[in-house]
């Protein structure tokens, strides 16, 4: 699976929107990029995966870039509840990409 | 619709002992993963079990193994726990895509 890079950490102001960068360069054809989170002591939660067309759901819009090397998370309208640890992956859907493999992600932090 | 579910939710042992943890996946659901948390880390994945059998599996010593029933329910076994395994320990479910996680079992070995 290719390898992503995203920021340590970012902060928001609650009520703006929170956008999330994720760099995958060496992102293959049939590579999907999948968003997670984390909230504190908690099992990762779902968000959003694409492979090359921009995705909105009720969570967030995933935003990638024409040639794929890079990705944008966006929560529209940050709550203090969104604080929490963001990981992007990549993974293929292939015989041999089963597993998730996560990185040390980007710990947002909503203020008030 | 339950999610994933995980027990139990903490776990204190010795090391040297053994411990079974145990997942049910979500509703559906026909595949289970497994992955390790250690503090301030991202999870790492231990192994993944579809239709009874192990599919995948992760840079983690034989110690560590699994079954899954016919009902797609999970167990992680850990032999001779060290004090190293001492970690949350995540099960997630699956259809085909996305991966749904449970709160997960944190284990601590003194």
């Known amino acids: 699976d290719a390898k992503t890079t995203q920021p340590p950490s970012m902060d928001c102001a609650e009520g703006r929107a929170a956008n999330l960068p994720c760099n995958h360069s060496t992102i293959s054809g049939n590579e999907y990029v999948y968003w997670y989170r984390q909230i504190h002591s908690q099992g990762p939660q779902y968000i959003i995966h694409?492979?090359?067309n921009n995705e909105t759901n009720e969570m967030a819009s995933l935003i990638i870039t024409e040639d794929r090397k890079s990705s944008t998370l966006i929560l529209p309208h940050a709550t203090l509840r969104d604080t929490a640890v963001y990981y992007c992956?990549?993974?293929?859907?292939?015989?041999?990409?089963?597993?998730?493999?996560f990185g040390k992600g980007t710990l947002l932090t909503v203020n008030p | 619709d339950a999610g994933v579910t995980q027990s139990p939710t903490h776990l204190i042992k010795t090391r040297g002992q053994q411990v079974t943890l145990r997942c049910s996946p979500k509703?559906?659901?026909?595949?289970v993963s497994w992955y390790q948390q250690a503090l301030g880390q991202g999870p790492q994945f231990i192994f993944q079990?579809?239709?009874?059998?192990?599919?995948q599996r992760g840079n983690f010593p034989d110690r560590f193994s699994g079954h899954q029933f016919p009902n797609y329910s999970s167990e992680l076994n850990v032999n001779a726990l060290l004090l190293g395994d001492s970690a949350l320990y995540l099960c997630?479910?699956?259809?085909?895509?996305?991966?749904?996680f449970g709160q997960g079992t944190r284990l601590t070995v003194v």
């Open positions: 992956i990549v993974r293929g859907l292939g015989s041999s990409n089963y597993k998730l493999t």
């Open positions: 509703s559906g659901h026909d595949t």
């Open positions: 079990y579809y239709e009874e059998e192990e599919r």
């Open positions: 694409g492979l090359k």
């Open positions: 997630a479910s699956s259809q085909h895509t996305e991966a749904f």
